[in-house]
């Protein structure tokens, strides 16, 4: 086999695995934006009772009722929207929330999970009890300011043996 055949494989080869990438990309999106749909559809019923639930405009408790009458497949979706109001409200809406929550059973497969014997359950617990409930932005903004708090400029730059200064520690050539 000579050089220019072993090319012409080799960038054939490297075609068919673009082609391949682009494809299985383009399928995972048309998945994707379906599913999504697909979730808006399931949920649309529910949008109004949930934002007067979180805002505190249920006065007669219909959409709390509603919202607890919600089947086990579709509220496994909806559950993401009642944990993303939750931070964000106080008071009343936040305790109708949480008894949304209780409701569906999802406080007691926290506190389950939680005392699982399970490392891996208890990580996840965790995870979702701290980053799910403060927010990744928030937490990466606490991160930030940790670093920030502990940058000491003079440790980046320190001598070296000969006396001189180098930028990350190293000698300088």
Avoid at 33 to 56: Q, T
Avoid at 71 to 94: D, Q
Avoid at 131 to 141: D, K, M, P, S, W
Wanted: glycine share 10%.
């Amino acid at each position: 086999m000579s050089v220019g055949q072993i090319l012409q494989v080799t960038g054939f080869v490297i075609g068919v695995c673009c082609a391949f990438s682009v494809a299985l990309i383009v399928l995972a999106k048309l998945r994707r934006g379906r599913a999504g749909v697909r979730s808006g559809a399931l949920l649309a019923p529910y949008r109004r009772a949930l934002i007067a639930v979180a805002s505190g405009e249920d006065d007669d408790g219909q959409a709390k009722a509603a919202l607890e009458a919600v089947p086990a497949p579709t509220w496994g979706r909806l559950r993401a929207s009642v944990l993303a109001f939750l931070p964000k409200v106080r008071g009343a809406p936040a305790e109708d929330l949480s008894e949304l929550l209780r409701s569906h059973g999802d406080i007691e497969g926290a506190l389950r999970r939680l005392t699982s014997q399970s490392g891996a359950r208890r990580a996840r617990a965790v995870y979702a009890a701290v980053l799910e409930n403060v927010g990744y932005r928030q937490a990466t903004a606490w991160w930030r300011l940790e670093g920030w708090w502990d940058h000491d400029p003079a440790r980046l730059r320190r001598r070296d043996p000969a006396g001189e200064r180098s930028a990350w520690g190293g000698v300088d050539d």
